[in-house]
C-alpha cells in the first residue's frame, strides 16, 4: 500500500466513501462490490483502472494512427494528381515520342491530331485517378463519420469538466487532480485539432486541384479534349468537405467553435 500511496497521494490507506459507498480515494472515484481501501483488494481495484484507462488510449491512438495514415495518402493522391496536371504537356510529348519515336520533336505542332491523342490519353489518365481519390473519399468518410462524430461530441464537454474540476481542485488543494484534469483536457484538445487539420486539408487540396486544371494550356486543345477539360472541372467545382456525424464538418472552424464552446460551458458550470 506505501509504495503506490506514495505515487498517488489520495491512496494513503485512510478510508473515504461518499453515500453511495463509492471510494474516493481510488486514482478513479468508483463503487465496488467489495473494500477497496486497503490489502490486496485495493490494488487490484487500481491496477484494473489502469488497465482500464490504458486499454482506452491504446483504441483511441491507433484510430489515430490509422486516421493518420489514411490522410496522408489522400493528400498525397490529391498532390500527384496536380502534378500530373501541371505536368499536362511534358508527359504528353514524352507520350508522343514513345509512340512515334521516328518523328522529329522540333517540327512538332501542338494542332497536331496525333500530339492531341496523347494529350487526351494524359487527361483520360487524369480523370481516372480522380475517380479513385473520391472512392477513397467515400470510405474515408465511412471511417470517420461516427468515431469523428464523438470525439467532437465527447471531447468538448470533457474538456468544459476538466476545466470545472480544475477550478475545484484548486479550491481544495489537491493539486494532483489538477494535473491529471489538465493533461486529459489537452489530450482532447490535440485530439480534436488533429482531426480538424486532417479535414482541413483535404478540402485545401480539393480546391488546389480545380485551380491547377483551371491553369493547364487548356487553349492549346483541340475542341474532343477540351471537353473531356469541362467534364473534369465540373466534378472537381465543388470542394471535398468532410463530415462526421452527417452534421458537423471537419475544419479548424469547427475546432474554433468547440473550444469556444467548451470555455462557454465551464463559465456556466462556474457561474452555478
Given at each position: 500500500?506505501?509504495?503506490?500511496?506514495?505515487?498517488?497521494?489520495?491512496?494513503?490507506?485512510?478510508?473515504?466513501?461518499?453515500?453511495?459507498g463509492?471510494?474516493?480515494?481510488?486514482?478513479?472515484?468508483?463503487?465496488?462490490?467489495?473494500?477497496?481501501h486497503?490489502?490486496?483488494?485495493?490494488?487490484?481495484?487500481?491496477?484494473?483502472?489502469?488497465?482500464a484507462a490504458?486499454?482506452?488510449?491504446?483504441?483511441?491512438?491507433?484510430l489515430?494512427?490509422?486516421?493518420?495514415?489514411?490522410?496522408?495518402?489522400?493528400?498525397?493522391?490529391?498532390?500527384?494528381?496536380?502534378?500530373?496536371?501541371?505536368?499536362?504537356?511534358?508527359?504528353?510529348?514524352r507520350?508522343?515520342?514513345?509512340?512515334?519515336?521516328a518523328?522529329?520533336?522540333?517540327?512538332?505542332?501542338?494542332?497536331?491530331?496525333?500530339?492531341?491523342?496523347?494529350?487526351?490519353k494524359?487527361?483520360?489518365?487524369?480523370?481516372?485517378?480522380?475517380?479513385?481519390?473520391?472512392?477513397l473519399?467515400?470510405?474515408?468518410?465511412t471511417?470517420v463519420?461516427?468515431p469523428?462524430?464523438?470525439?467532437?461530441?465527447?471531447?468538448t464537454?470533457?474538456?468544459?469538466?476538466?476545466?470545472?474540476?480544475?477550478?475545484?481542485?484548486k479550491?481544495?488543494g489537491?493539486?494532483?487532480d489538477?494535473?491529471?484534469?489538465?493533461?486529459?483536457?489537452?489530450?482532447e484538445?490535440?485530439?480534436?485539432?488533429?482531426?480538424?487539420?486532417?479535414?482541413?486539408?483535404?478540402?485545401?487540396?480539393?480546391?488546389?486541384?480545380?485551380?491547377?486544371l483551371?491553369?493547364i494550356?487548356?487553349h492549346?486543345?483541340?475542341?474532343?479534349?477540351?471537353?473531356?477539360?469541362?467534364?473534369?472541372?465540373?466534378?472537381?467545382?465543388?470542394?471535398?468537405?468532410i463530415?462526421?456525424?452527417?452534421?458537423?464538418?471537419?475544419s479548424?472552424?469547427?475546432?474554433?467553435?468547440?473550444?469556444?464552446?467548451s470555455?462557454?460551458?465551464?463559465?456556466?458550470?462556474?457561474?452555478?
Amino acid at each position: 500500500m506505501s509504495f503506490y500511496a506514495f505515487i498517488f497521494p489520495k491512496m494513503d490507506g485512510t478510508v473515504e466513501y461518499n453515500e453511495r459507498g463509492a471510494n474516493m480515494k481510488l486514482p478513479i472515484p468508483a463503487w465496488y462490490p467489495f473494500p477497496t481501501h486497503e490489502g490486496i483488494l485495493s490494488l487490484l481495484a487500481v491496477l484494473g483502472q489502469f488497465m482500464a484507462a490504458g486499454g482506452l488510449a491504446t483504441t483511441v491512438a491507433t484510430l489515430d494512427i490509422v486516421v493518420f495514415r489514411l490522410t496522408q495518402s489522400l493528400l498525397f493522391e490529391y498532390q500527384v494528381l496536380r502534378y500530373a496536371l501541371e505536368t499536362l504537356m511534358p508527359r504528353a510529348k514524352r507520350l508522343y515520342t514513345l509512340k512515334y519515336p521516328a518523328e522529329d520533336m522540333r517540327k512538332l505542332r501542338t494542332n497536331d491530331e496525333a500530339f492531341q491523342r496523347c494529350i487526351g490519353k494524359c487527361l483520360e489518365d487524369c480523370v481516372i485517378h480522380h475517380q479513385d481519390i473520391i472512392k477513397l473519399i467515400k470510405d474515408y468518410k465511412t471511417l470517420v463519420k461516427w468515431p469523428g462524430f464523438m470525439a467532437y461530441g465527447f471531447g468538448t464537454g470533457v474538456i468544459g469538466l476538466s476545466l470545472v474540476n480544475m477550478l475545484s481542485a484548486k479550491e481544495q488543494g489537491r493539486y494532483e487532480d489538477i494535473v491529471l484534469f489538465f493533461l486529459l483536457a489537452l489530450a482532447e484538445v490535440l485530439n480534436m485539432f488533429m482531426l480538424s487539420t486532417f479535414g482541413e486539408s483535404i478540402t485545401t487540396e480539393s480546391k488546389e486541384l480545380r485551380e491547377q486544371l483551371y491553369f493547364i494550356d487548356w487553349h492549346l486543345l483541340n475542341t474532343s479534349n477540351r471537353k473531356l477539360v469541362l467534364n473534369f472541372q465540373i466534378g472537381v467545382t465543388h470542394p471535398v468537405i468532410i463530415k462526421v456525424g452527417g452534421l458537423v464538418n471537419v475544419s479548424l472552424d469547427t475546432f474554433s467553435s468547440i473550444m469556444n464552446t467548451s470555455y462557454s460551458f465551464f463559465n456556466l458550470m462556474n457561474a452555478q
